[in-house]
């Protein structure tokens, strides 16, 4: 390509695939997912940035997938199989329910028609074997999951707890029907990207810190977790009191018992570098902090106040891939230690506009003190749209916000883009709900809370608003040298 990551300033969208518009209930990797590369290389931007991919479990969160390794099997585009996916009553909200019952209804059917239609293909067959470090212990615990009408693995017949059980006849085409499923995401994924490099445009994923308790990472390789004797977590995962929470932020991941990791040469972490860096062009680490130390909460708790920080291995996990694109979450409380891990191997951080109207000149968010070497977001998958954030603001925050753009209330949205494309950090990363200047009903995720979270999506009059824009950013692309 005529430019390269981190030399040349550039801008880019951030969308996860389910906020994609459609008539299947959920974004895909279908028809829509190439118009949107259309559209960003129309517009002169280089980067998508995605949400993680992999499968989800309760309360639907990317970030709590139940296979670290493994691709959504919502993302499929399934009329591209020959095979009517369920329809949403409401293209505006994701329908989790809908493709969750659909999914359990069909997998068997999967394990038969498509598995046989593609047993014996050689890419089929490569597949397998490229793979087989993780997807026949995803596609098990996936059957077993399935069988057990959705549980956690932990309410299960303990004969099921260790991967090396032996699988009921009964879950063989359950078992196969994941396989088929896991080659066919990848087929249309990697499919999907190479179009988005031929047009230029590259894919930012994002890593988790760490898989859901009831993930298929857990459940075949406990020894990689700090769990008791009854394989129940005696730590779980959070951070202290922070912007988003005064009582903090208890995920309820397990933690990892690095002692171990480092036994076994950090076998499970390289591996899970090795295959995001397969599906994406550049890793986002998210919750970077947690390779340096991690906060590390009872089992038992109630909140994420009653916590302490303790040491991760971030250096050896990070050592061999020196040389490859990442860009480090820094948010919140960094400290000394962590940003030397992130200087030793030269990741560029975040800086969040929402973040730098705090009252002091010196917020190292304000656009006067921003760095080239950062990757700008007018808010995360985590913010408020920037319009329901200026709504939601003390009055205060709002007249703060007014006199340093020199704006009224009208000209909020686009005086940030445009602030955003002018900044000097080398990647300016705008969200689709505030190109179309949409208010908190358009909010991804609110951390802490569980409801409506992960569900809003594009509908196809937005899509068009957006596609609408892009002479205009072409136009910015074009003035800021992007």
């Not at 005529?2 to 040349?8: A, S, V």
């Not at 010196?362 to 913010?383: F, S």
Request: net charge negative; with cysteine; aromatic share 16%.
């Amino acid at each position: 390509m005529g430019w390269q990551w981190n030399e040349e300033r550039a801008a880019g969208v951030i969308l996860h695939i389910s906020s994609l518009p459609g008539s299947a209930g959920i974004g895909n990797f279908g028809e829509t997912a190439y118009r949107f590369i259309d559209f960003l290389s129309s517009a002169g931007m280089h980067y998508w940035q995605v949400c993680p991919l992999g499968p989800t479990g309760y309360g639907d969160s990317p970030y709590q997938p139940i296979a670290s390794f493994a691709l959504n099997p919502y993302f499929i585009d399934y009329e591209a199989i020959g095979t009517a996916p369920p329809v949403s009553s409401n293209a505006a909200v994701v329908n989790f329910c809908g493709w969750y019952q659909w999914l359990q209804e069909q997998i068997p059917f999967f394990g038969t028609t498509l598995y046989e239609r593609i047993r014996k293909k050689e890419t089929f067959q490569s597949f397998l074997k490229h793979h087989h470090y993780w997807l026949e212990n995803y596609a098990k615990f996936a059957a077993l999951k399935y069988h057990f009408n959705g549980q956690e693995w932990h309410q299960w017949d303990p004969i099921f707890w260790n991967k090396s059980c032996a699988l009921p006849e009964s879950l063989t085409s359950v078992f196969n029907g994941y396989l088929a499923l896991q080659y066919t995401a990848h087929e249309q994924w990697f499919r999907l990207k190479k179009y988005a490099n031929d047009h230029q445009v590259q894919i930012i994923g994002d890593l988790p810190m760490f898989p859901g308790y009831d993930s298929a990472d857990v459940w075949a390789n406990p020894q990689n977790f700090q769990l008791n004797r009854q394989r129940c977590p005696q730590y779980v995962a959070g951070v202290p009191p922070d912007y988003f929470s005064s009582t903090g932020q208890l995920w309820g991941n397990p933690v990892y018992d690095w002692a171990f990791l480092k036994s076994d040469h950090y076998r499970w972490w390289h591996q899970r570098l090795e295959r995001n860096f397969e599906l994406f062009d550049i890793v986002r680490l998210d919750h970077f902090r947690g390779l340096d130390r991690f906060w590390k909460i009872p089992a038992n708790a109630s909140d994420a106040i009653r916590g302490n920080w303790a040491k991760a291995h971030g250096t050896e996990v990070l050592r061999p891939f020196l040389n490859q694109p990442m860009i480090a979450e820094d948010l919140g409380d960094i400290d000394a230690s962590a940003a030397q891990l992130k200087a030793k191997f030269r990741l560029p951080g975040m800086s969040v506009l929402q973040f730098a109207f705090s009252g002091d000149p010196k917020n190292h968010y304000l656009p006067h003190n921003l760095e080239r070497h950062n990757v700008l977001y007018l808010g995360t998958h985590d913010n408020d749209t920037l319009l329901g954030w200026y709504q939601h603001c003390d009055e205060a925050t709002r007249d703060q916000v007014r006199q340093y753009f020199g704006i009224d209330d009208t000209q909020l949205t686009w005086k940030w883009v445009t602030e955003a494309y002018r900044a000097p950090c080398f990647l300016a990363m705008l969200s689709v709900q505030d190109l179309l200047k949409l208010s908190s009903e358009a909010r991804l995720n609110t951390p802490g809370t569980i409801g409506r979270n992960w569900q809003w999506r594009m509908t196809p009059e937005q899509f068009d608003q957006l596609i609408a824009l892009t002479p205009e950013l072409r136009t910015y692309q074009q003035r800021y040298d992007r």
